[in-house]
């Protein structure tokens, strides 16, 4: 089966919070999507919503453990009602090698006052993979409580569009390696030797 499944976790009922979590199985190979959600260029060629990446910045790198962690900027563009926003947000993004695991959490508050989540991808064999999404986030202006069902209804569209587009990525590469394009992602874990 290869649905999008998405719960809604929070729709701002306690705190502000909202919250979903989502789950895909993917046919592609579980270290090359950890490779191309952790490569900046990829990064905004799988993600519709992605209209630039501002900077990424290196703060610390654990060559035993196999971890990163970056300070990213991105600037995300959404549709509300018709409507085209668009907001900057800088995060702090742990890669986590071993786990094949991206967790971050926001930095500077802008159109949120907070947000954490994670990217995990689970191998399943080969050239299988599941993925697992979660995402939390506050809004800098409270939800009436009239619009919290929309607001549940929107992460949810939010959190099976980041989905879906991974999906369609990955479709993407087996495509162009099926017609002998490699991609060589701008993503070396932490102590490789690779150039």
């Known amino acids: 089966m290869r649905h999008i499944q998405v719960e809604i976790l929070a729709r701002g009922e306690e705190n502000g919070v909202l919250a979903a979590r989502g789950t895909i199985r993917v046919q592609y190979n ?14 905004k060629r799988i993600f519709d919503n992605c209209a630039s990446v501002n900077f990424r ?5 654990d060559q035993v453990k196999k971890t990163r962690l970056f300070e990213v900027s991105k600037t995300g563009q959404w549709n509300l009602l018709g409507i085209p926003i668009n907001f900057e947000s800088t995060v702090l993004a742990m890669e986590d090698w071993k786990k094949y695991e991206i967790s971050f959490k926001l930095k500077k508050q802008g159109a949120m006052k907070h947000m954490s989540g994670f990217w995990r991808i689970v191998p399943v064999s080969q050239d299988e993979s599941i993925v697992l999404f979660y995402n939390e986030a506050v809004p800098f202006i409270r939800i ?6 929309f607001a549940g209804r929107l992460i949810q569209e939010m959190a099976v569009s980041l989905l879906e587009d991974l999906r369609s990525a990955s479709k993407r590469w087996q495509k162009e390696e099926a017609e002998g394009i490699r991609h060589h992602f701008n993503a070396i874990e932490p102590g ?4």
Request: hydrophobic letters at 35%; charged letters at 30%.
């Open 57 to 61: 910045q290196l703060i610390h790198e």
């Open 144 to 149: 009436p409580s009239i619009f919290k069902v």
């Open 30 to 43: 579980a270290r090359r999507i950890f490779e191309s959600l952790c490569d900046p260029e990829e990064n």
């Open 192 to 195: 490789s030797t690779e150039a």
